[in-house]
Nanobody, 125 residues
Framework: VQLQASGGGPVQAGGSLRLSCAAS????????MGWFRQIPGKEREFVAA????????SYSDPVKGRFTISRDNAKNMAFLQMNSLKPEDTAVYYC???????????????????WGQGTQVTVSS
């Protein structure tokens, strides 16, 4: 699976962005899709994950209630709708895909075998 993330950019606090992740491969629906983010000098942290379209999503506490993960298996796409953005959301955002990830491991970097190149999100106050 090859992943291509896009949709990042500058935005003011309180604004919204929608990140997209385009995936190659015919078995996209079989993969768990996740979003992570990383600030320079810090470890990559979990943001959100979704096992299947219409499934129950998982979110990290800092983004819960503001971000929404979704996927369109027919288009091999995953999305991260980010609302009420805060300066502390500034980071490089990565989409990731993994197969057979159990719920307790959804937030683990090592559970995902495939990663996109990242897209920068910069939130100004």
């Amino acid at each position: 699976v090859q992943l291509q993330a896009s949709g990042g950019g500058p935005v003011q606090a309180g604004g919204s962005l929608r990140l997209s992740c385009a995936a190659s491969g015919r078995t996209f629906s079989n993969y768990v899709m996740g979003w992570f983010r990383q600030i320079p000098g810090k470890e990559r942290e979990f943001v959100a994950a979704l096992k299947r379209a219409g499934g129950y999503p998982s979110y990290s506490d800092p983004v819960k209630g503001r971000f929404t993960i979704s996927r369109d298996n027919a288009k091999n796409m995953a999305f991260l709708q980010m609302n009420s953005l805060k300066p502390e959301d500034t980071a490089v955002y990565y989409c990731a895909a993994g197969y057979g990830i159990i719920t307790s491991n959804l937030g683990s970097n090592s559970a995902y075998a495939y990663w996109g190149q990242g897209t920068q999100v910069t939130v100004s106050s």
